[in-house]
């Protein structure tokens, strides 16, 4: 059995479940979310309890089995506490403010670039060097920081450019002058 795929998956209160055959419906205080999952794999609810079952041992189901009880589990906890991504913007003139849902980041480039933020995604400029994308689905939280990573990659020589705040750049050295 797949170690991730046994473990019984809570149901915090507040929090409603619905399955209904290869369907599954998440409701919270910050939001909905529906997943279809393979038919290879069953979810069982028992209480306050989700169980995810497989039919088989072959592998392709013992990797569905893990990935589904992953995907239910972040699907609840996306619900109930919300999913953050912290990108910060290093570089002289570098900055981002939010206007609506807007995202106006002027990155070095000669107009300021404006991201659109997609359904479901907020965003908060604590300070004009620091972005916070917010949201409930993990895969878009996630999505909208590496496309607003990917305006200004961070430069492994002069650091500048857009970066995680968890990240770590290996800056490299220039060209030497004799």
């Given at each position: 059995?797949?170690?991730?795929?046994?473990?019984p998956?809570?149901?915090?209160d507040?929090?409603d479940v619905?399955?209904e055959?290869?369907?599954?419906?998440?409701k919270?205080?910050?939001?909905?979310?529906?997943l279809t999952v393979s038919?290879?794999?069953?979810?069982?609810?028992e209480g306050?309890?989700?169980?995810?079952?497989r039919?088989?041992?072959t592998?392709l189901d013992?990797?569905?089995?893990?990935?589904?009880?992953?995907?239910?589990q972040n699907?609840?906890?996306?619900?109930?506490?919300?999913?953050?991504k912290?990108?910060?913007?290093?570089?002289v003139?570098?900055?981002?403010?939010?206007?609506?849902?807007?995202l106006?980041?002027?990155?070095?480039?000669?107009?300021?670039?404006?991201?659109?933020?997609?359904?479901?995604?907020e965003?908060?400029?604590p300070t004009?060097?620091?972005?916070?994308?917010?949201?409930?689905?993990?895969?878009?939280?996630?999505?909208v920081?590496?496309e607003?990573?990917?305006?200004?990659k961070?430069?492994?020589?002069?650091?500048?450019g857009?970066?995680?705040?968890?990240?770590?750049?290996?800056?490299?050295?220039?060209?030497?002058?004799k």
């Amino acid at each position: 059995m797949s170690r991730v795929g046994r473990r019984p998956i809570e149901v915090p209160d507040g929090t409603d479940v619905s399955i209904e055959g290869t369907s599954v419906k998440v409701k919270g205080p910050k939001g909905e979310l529906e997943l279809t999952v393979s038919n290879r794999v069953r979810i069982v609810r028992e209480g306050k309890m989700i169980r995810v079952e497989r039919a088989s041992d072959t592998k392709l189901d013992k990797s569905l089995h893990g990935l589904t009880r992953t995907l239910i589990q972040n699907m609840i906890t996306g619900v109930t506490q919300g999913f953050q991504k912290t990108l910060e913007i290093q570089g002289v003139g570098y900055r981002a403010a939010l206007k609506g849902k807007l995202l106006e980041l002027s990155l070095g480039y000669s107009k300021p670039v404006v991201y659109e933020l997609p359904e479901g995604i907020e965003a908060e400029v604590p300070t004009p060097t620091r972005v916070v994308i917010k949201g409930c689905d993990k895969q878009r939280v996630g999505q909208v920081a590496a496309e607003i990573r990917s305006l200004r990659k961070p430069d492994p020589y002069k650091g500048k450019g857009i970066r995680y705040s968890d990240e770590h750049i290996r800056r490299k050295v220039g060209k030497a002058v004799k």
